[in-house]
């Protein structure tokens, strides 16, 4: 059984168009390009902090748009205005 069969779906969405499979990609150490090998269409990436590293640039090659709840400057810029 290959590792994208063995994957927990953690929720999945339907409609005639789009289907939403969220999958934790950091913990599997699988990639988009695993994904994409067995038919899914990959084109958002979710994060909660965006470490502003180059993930976003990386993604963003494979076209796929990164999608981020917070960034490294938020963070700062939070811890700033606390001080």
Do not use: Y
């Not at 339907?14 to 699988?30: A, E, G, M, P, Y």
Request: glycine share 8%.
């Amino acid at each position: 059984m290959s590792r994208i069969a063995q994957l927990p779906l953690l929720g999945i969405a339907t409609s005639d168009k789009v289907r939403l499979t969220d999958v934790d990609l950091s913990r599997t150490r699988l990639s988009t390009t695993d994904l994409r090998g067995v038919g899914a269409q990959v084109g958002e990436a979710l994060c909660v902090i965006d470490r502003e590293q180059g993930g976003s640039d990386a993604l963003a090659a494979q076209n796929i748009e990164l999608l981020s709840l917070l960034t490294a400057e938020d963070l700062r810029a939070a811890r700033a205005a606390d001080r």
